[in-house]
């Protein structure tokens, strides 16, 4: 196996973390998350738990439609198959996944954003025989059905000619259902957000959820846990917010869900509900303050504002604690790796640490490494690999990648980092999205960055597009204000902090950053509307 990675940084660092798959009480399964969250719902039945549109969800209605739906689901799923879930942030998404969950069987749920062609190939290469649609996704999962063969349909909800899963469930007993799941069983499959490439399918097996409570139970949730609070989630229920969303259920908490982040709505959402707790990627904190309602909006309520998923402008972050308040918690992870670092909301008080992504979670052991795997000095860049105890269990069927991309428990992120003298991370990019150049690289964060350090840039998105020659060229995408500065006060800004060769040679000025439908810059994008355009 080559792992790229020196043994000196892989020595005496890991600990043993044999996984056991210990005798199986009769009947049932490992007592899961799902099985403690349920649990939670039904010793607190008239606690107010989902909140979607204008419906309010008590705990042990919740409980008992779980419930009920597995027993629905009992005779179609299988204990060990992967389910394909095709639906946006609803409670039926919730019930469904914790149904299925509860049967043993793994659930993935493609990211609505993606096309049609490319969720067929999800549910294809998950071999699900079943697909659970609910009535938001009805269209789309109409497109993708007619592209894959052989696999049955269930609707979360009323259906043209289909079954209508929650009419089954309604006449079924809500008498619990213990838990199936055996630990090595897949639980979630996660495909990414695209951004880079063909998405991957990241694996979860039950196993790893309980590594995860572990891990969280010795590293903390530091202030940004939604305990007995009120969580916003306008992020997919597919990524950090759905996550999010589990813990607030099982800790006596409520959950509002929101079908997409739209700024307006979510300020409201903060006020009318007065939430508590919630997560946003950094571009769509920018909306925020970009929008009107911002600061006449009532967001006292707000004690913890966790965001990640992306870099995070330090200029913007500064803006951001000033008008909504200290209640920010950056945390830096990935799906494949877990819980990297924190930038507690203590630490957010200095300015000079919003450049950074804070430190590694006390869980957390990391390496910087150069090209050959070997740790670089202190203080210099280089890729980062890690270890959380909390990695993924491989990318569903590429045991070649998986095997290059997580050795013994070590995790290489594809992300290039420095570590400073007092511990705390730089993110400088992703290796994918480094650009090549006559003369070197340029680090696309960095240069966002230092477009953004003009105080007349909102947003800035970097990118780079290939050359004949085995180079690239380097275009940006930015958001100004009004009066906005010329491209050549830009370029001239880059010129003079960075030097020519991080002087892009297009800077567009464009409404909106495209974003993925995590919330993610969309750069695939960027680069297909410039290649579309007369140069
Ligand atoms: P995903 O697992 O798809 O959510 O993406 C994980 C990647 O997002 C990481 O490898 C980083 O490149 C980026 N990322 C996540 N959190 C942060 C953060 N706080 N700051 C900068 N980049 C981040």
Redesign the pocket.
Known sequence: MTTGLHEDVLDGAVPDRAVPDGPVPDGGGLYSDVEELLDALAADRDREALVHRDRRIRAGELVDTVHRLAHVLDERVERGSVVALLAGNTPEAVVARLAVTLLGAGITQPHEGLSAAATARIVADVEAPLVLADADAAASAEAVLALVDGVEVLWLGAHDGGTDLLELAAAASAEPVRGRARPHDVEQI?H??G?TGHPKG?TYTFDHHRRGAEMRRRAGNFGAGATGGRLLVATPVA??GGAMADRTLAEGGTVVLQDSFEPGAFLAAIERERITHTFL??PLIYRLLDHPDLDRTDLSSLRSLV??????NPRRIAEALRRIGPVFT????????GG??V?TAEEHRNPDLLGT??RPIPTTTIAITDADGRPVAPGERGELWVHTGMEMDGYWKQPELSAATVVDGWVR???VARQDADGYLH?L??VK?MIVVVGGHVYT?ELEDLLMEHPAVRHAAVFGVPDDDGTETVHAAVVTDSPSPSADELTDLVADRAGAMYVPSTVEFVERIPLTG?G?TDKKRLRAELAGQPR
């Open positions: 996660r990414t957000g951004t990241i990524h950090v990627l950094p965001y990640g998923g992306a870099p995070a950056q945390f830096y992870g990935q799906t494949e790796a990297i670092s930038l992504v804070g992120t594809g992300d993110l990019d992703r999205d964060s995590i993610k």
